[in-house]
């Protein structure tokens, strides 16, 4: 086989298709939908590149239509759980020896057929299962795992290029190792690209995987599946396994080749996780690594000298797209009393020009229905007590039905107790809370921010004041992984925002970033000594 340096394509990010009335690329993935709407798929598991199917099913249905059956997906018993890491255990002698561009070449194989003939198919299936408008499928299921494919190919080599110095008549040198054992992806419902990028990320390090996806976004992991075996990934690389967490996760974390846990998902099970580990900790042949990112309670604070349409604009947009289901939606938001009326008369008149919450089918919905049950009626709680309680008001929304669909009306709470319950539970839904502070109290406020959340993954400073946005960049130094000058504090883009936070939000291992990849290796330095000695003695001995 020959040698060679090679240079991988450059990584730009995936543009973002309009679908704009008319467009090829909006009737394709409305024929998609009909298509995907219309079916009955039968989904299996994928254990050694082979389909499994236990005959154990359950439905799937949109959240928008919950009540309209699109397929069923099979559930693992502990006989398919054990095989996934027998056979990831047996894939992995050869997957790690690959070399690292057949390994590369994969998943920039992966990411443009996602770009070329899946968009049409992942962003369709992402809009059924997950009830994302197309804008939101878009950025999401075809874009952003577009660019975590690609990028972290780029992140890849840059890794293999850092090597230590050597010396004279010394050659030292360093390896990136993949992990002893096997890799447990757990990945949420809300983003079809974490989906993809949590397995493939380790994967591409020459890891072996099994991932267990959300129960909740199958049906376009499905496409994913399809994808990676397209692209020609050895069996046995990525397992996917779907049923009981509790089952499937104690299976896992109690095998002595458990070598490190890549999750997205609730900061309480997050924890629990992580004591599991530490409770098995004497059965693992390795120190498990431990990457995950939680939960927030993401923030927008204004300056008096923000404008009221851009501080508006953040809101809605950081508050209500995709429901408000993003780890890093605008849940609080704290306005100067000079500026208030006006920014909230604006949220409001933004709000009534949505449409209904209803189908993503109809783009001309901005909002549509939250996952499930559980998280309707969670919401519809927090909503019932607001207008219960005299220390809040409901001043937009307050609406919800889940006859249909579990469909909640983008909601703005005022409150006037800053530590008011939404103030600082998490409710990962269309729902947002404002407080008002007096103008002069800009420092205090700082503070109040800071130290309100256990969280800290997003936030936002809105001003065109340099000295208080320089004020705030240091209050909240802490407060938030990813912080936002003049923007809202959604919509971090691969190569350009490393993502993640630390507090209750995580490990902070910034997905889209080499800093990720770096916990997926372990190193081996190798120093080479071309003339060895061939004496103790040094010359200090005379």
Same mark, same amino acid.
């Given at each position: 086989?020959?040698?060679?340096?090679?240079? #991988?394509?450059?990584?730009?990010?995936?543009?973002?298709?309009?679908?704009?009335?008319?467009?090829?690329?909006?009737?394709?993935?409305?024929?998609?939908?009909?298509?995907?709407?219309?079916?009955?798929?039968?989904?299996?598991? +994928?254990?050694?590149?082979?389909?499994?199917?236990?005959?154990?099913?359950?439905?799937?249905?949109?959240?928008?239509?919950?009540?309209?059956?699109?397929?069923?997906?099979?559930?693992?018993?502990?006989? @398919? #759980?054990?095989?996934?890491?027998?056979?990831?255990?047996?894939?992995?002698?050869?997957?790690?020896?690959?070399? +690292?561009?057949?390994?590369?070449? *994969?998943?920039?194989?992966?990411?443009?057929?996602?770009?070329?003939?899946?968009?049409?198919? *992942?962003?369709?299936?992402?809009?059924?299962?997950?009830?994302?408008?197309?804008?939101?499928? @878009?950025?999401?299921?075809?874009?952003?795992?577009?660019?975590?494919?690609?990028?972290?190919?780029?992140?890849?080599?840059?890794?293999?290029?850092?090597?230590?110095?050597?010396?004279?008549?010394?050659?030292?040198?360093?390896?990136?190792?993949?992990?002893?054992?096997?890799?447990?992806?757990?990945?949420?419902?809300?983003?079809?690209?974490?989906?993809?990028?949590?397995?493939?990320?380790?994967?591409?390090?020459?890891?072996?995987?099994?991932?267990?996806?959300?129960?909740?976004?199958?049906?376009?992991?499905?496409?994913?599946?399809?994808?990676?075996?397209?692209?020609?990934?050895?069996?046995?690389?990525?397992?996917?396994?779907?049923?009981?967490?509790?089952?499937?996760?104690?299976?896992?974390?109690?095998?002595?080749?458990?070598?490190?846990?890549?999750?997205?998902?609730?900061?309480?099970?997050?924890?629990?996780? +992580?004591?599991?580990?530490?409770?098995?900790?004497?059965?693992?042949?390795?120190?498990?690594?431990?990457?995950?990112?939680?939960?927030?309670?993401?923030?927008? *604070?204004?300056?008096?000298?923000?404008?009221?349409?851009?501080?508006?604009?953040?809101?809605?947009?950081?508050?209500?797209?995709?429901?408000?289901?993003?780890?890093?939606?605008?849940?609080?938001?704290?306005?100067?009393?000079?500026?208030?009326?006006?920014?909230?008369?604006?949220?409001?008149?933004?709000?009534?020009?949505?449409?209904?919450?209803?189908?993503?089918?109809?783009?001309?919905?901005?909002?549509?229905?939250?996952?499930?049950?559980?998280?309707?009626?969670?919401?519809?709680?927090?909503?019932?007590?607001?207008?219960?309680?005299?220390?809040?008001?409901?001043?937009?929304?307050?609406?919800?039905?889940?006859?249909?669909?579990?469909?909640?009306?983008?909601? #703005?709470?005022?409150?006037?107790?800053?530590?008011?319950?939404?103030?600082?539970?998490?409710?990962?839904?269309?729902?947002?809370?404002?407080?008002?502070?007096?103008?002069?109290? +800009?420092?205090?406020?700082?503070?109040?921010?800071?130290?309100?959340?256990?969280?800290?993954?997003?936030?936002?400073?809105?001003?065109?004041?340099?000295?208080?946005?320089?004020?705030?960049?240091?209050?909240?130094?802490?407060?938030?992984?990813?912080?936002?000058?003049?923007?809202?504090?959604?919509?971090?883009?691969?190569?350009?925002?490393?993502?993640?936070?630390?507090?209750?939000?995580?490990?902070?291992?910034?997905?889209?970033?080499?800093?990720?990849?770096?916990?997926? #290796?372990?190193?081996?330095?190798?120093?080479?000594?071309?003339?060895?000695?061939?004496?103790?003695?040094?010359?200090?001995?005379?």
């Amino acid at each position: 086989m020959g040698n060679g340096y090679f240079q #991988v394509p450059p990584a730009v990010n995936e543009p973002v298709k309009s679908y704009a009335p008319g467009s090829d690329e909006r009737e394709a993935v409305l024929k998609q939908y009909k298509a995907y709407f219309a079916g009955s798929e039968d989904i299996p598991m +994928w254990i050694n590149g082979k389909d499994v199917r236990t005959g154990n099913t359950r439905r799937i249905a949109p959240p928008h239509d919950h009540k309209h059956e699109v397929g069923q997906y099979h559930l693992a018993s502990k006989k @398919e #759980v054990d095989l996934a890491v027998e056979t990831a255990l047996e894939a992995r002698t050869r997957w790690a020896a690959m070399p +690292w561009e057949q390994r590369a070449a *994969i998943f920039l194989k992966a990411a443009d057929l996602i770009a070329g003939p899946y968009r049409a198919k *992942i962003n369709a299936a992402t809009m059924i299962a997950q009830s994302k408008t197309i804008h939101q499928a @878009e950025i999401d299921a075809a874009c952003e795992l577009i660019d975590f494919l690609r990028f972290n190919v780029t992140f890849m080599t840059d890794i293999y290029h850092e090597q230590p110095d050597s010396d004279d008549g010394i050659w030292n040198r360093v390896e990136y190792r993949p992990l002893e054992g096997f890799v447990y992806a757990i990945t949420p419902f809300n983003f079809t690209a974490i989906a993809g990028n949590l397995p493939a990320s380790a994967a591409l390090m020459g890891n072996v995987v099994v991932w267990k996806p959300s129960d909740h976004q199958i049906f376009s992991a499905k496409v994913i599946i399809d994808v990676f075996r397209e692209a020609g990934l050895p069996d046995g690389v990525i397992n996917a396994i779907y049923g009981d967490p509790v089952m499937i996760t104690d299976t896992l974390l109690a095998h002595a080749d458990f070598a490190g846990l890549h999750f997205t998902g609730s900061t309480t099970v997050f924890k629990n996780l +992580w004591k599991q580990i530490g409770e098995n900790i004497h059965r693992y042949k390795t120190y498990p690594r431990i990457v995950g990112e939680t939960g927030g309670k993401d923030f927008i *604070i204004a300056h008096p000298t923000a404008p009221t349409k851009q501080v508006a604009t953040a809101i809605t947009r950081g508050a209500f797209e995709l429901q408000g289901q993003k780890c890093s939606a605008a849940s609080r938001v704290y306005l100067p009393k000079s500026t208030a009326d006006g920014i909230l008369e604006q949220v409001r008149e933004d709000i009534a020009s949505f449409n209904k919450p209803g189908s993503p089918e109809d783009m001309s919905n901005f909002v549509t229905a939250v996952i499930h049950e559980g998280s309707f009626d969670k919401l519809a709680s927090y909503i019932d007590r607001a207008k219960e309680d005299s220390d809040a008001e409901i001043i937009a929304g307050g609406g919800y039905d889940k006859s249909k669909g579990y469909f909640i009306e983008p909601t #703005v709470i005022l409150t006037t107790d800053p530590h008011y319950v939404t103030m600082e539970e998490e409710l990962f839904g269309p729902v947002v809370t404002v407080y008002v502070y007096e103008d002069a109290q +800009w420092a205090e406020t700082l503070k109040l921010v800071d130290q309100t959340s256990v969280y800290a993954l997003t936030g936002a400073v809105l001003s065109q004041d340099r000295y208080a946005i320089t004020e705030a960049t240091r209050a909240l130094e802490n407060s938030a992984g990813n912080f936002y000058i003049n923007d809202k504090p959604t919509g971090a883009v691969v190569g350009q925002q490393p993502f993640g936070g630390a507090r209750a939000s995580g490990t902070n291992d910034k997905a889209g970033s080499a800093q990720n990849l770096m916990r997926w #290796v372990s190193p081996r330095l190798i120093k080479e000594t071309f003339v060895t000695p061939e004496d103790y003695r040094y010359p200090f001995l005379g």
